[in-house]
Antibody
């Protein structure tokens, strides 16, 4: 059964770097695509970036060059790293698998998310 | 980037009522649209993809329609378990994938 689980800090200091790990089970990272989506408290969803099954990445330009996504296929883990954190980066961070075909893409499985607060 | 404008932001309805949520894209997205339901404290769950295809296991009281830039999600015969926030998401033109701001559905 497909599962994704995020692990990371509850609290990050202003201007510091956020590191979150998404550990997946029930599928291979060489078969499924894993994306990152965040949600500030009481607000909507924002797509951050992707780790494609072939190892390529895509990023939301809103995060400019401060976001990095990588993976370790042997450990079934995808990593998010974002630097220069500000208070408006306070959010719940989700990893999700993307079902991708030529006709449709949708996020079919989600982790439970990790709530990260950026504190000054 | 394609902007998704969702309305209304919040909605109050009675049990058994029919509810409609709208989503407008800033350009034609050729039915490349999904709808998600998110209950408080939980992760989003897929309801609809390709604008009108019901995801496996989703009750048939949910339906999606639309074309071009205008799309809607309809919930027939509202149930108490439908209290949630609903988000649209376009995947026609990416990156980035973009979401609507959400609609919070409450019981009257």
């Amino acid at each position: 059964q497909v599962q994704l689980k995020e692990t990371g800090p509850d609290l990050v200091q202003l201007t510091q770097t956020l590191s979150i790990t998404c550990t997946v089970s029930g599928f291979s990272l060489t078969t499924y695509n894993v994306h990152w989506v965040r949600q500030p408290p009481g607000k909507g969803l924002e797509w951050m970036g992707a780790m494609w099954n072939g190892g390529g990445t895509d990023y939301n330009s809103a995060f400019k060059s401060r976001l990095s996504i990588s993976r370790d296929t042997s450990k079934s883990q995808v990593f998010l790293k974002m630097n220069s954190l500000q208070t408006d980066d306070t959010a719940k961070y989700f990893c999700a698998s993307l079902m991708y075909t030529t006709d449709y893409h949708y996020f079919d499985y989600w982790g439970q998310g990790v709530m990260v607060t950026v504190s000054s | 980037d394609i902007q998704m404008t969702q309305s209304p932001a919040s909605l109050s309805a009675s049990l058994g009522e029919t509810v409609t949520i709208e989503c407008r894209a800033s350009e034609d997205i050729y039915n490349g649209l999904a709808w998600y339901q998110q209950k408080p404290g939980k992760s989003p769950q897929l309801l609809i993809y390709n604008a009108n295809s019901l995801h496996t296991g989703v009750p048939s009281r949910f339906s999606g329609s639309g074309s071009g830039t205008q799309y809607s999600l309809k919930i027939n015969s509202l149930q108490s378990e439908d209290v949630a926030s609903y988000f649209c998401q376009q995947y026609y033109n990416y990156p980035p994938y973009t979401f609507g701001a959400g609609t919070k559905l409450e019981l009257k």
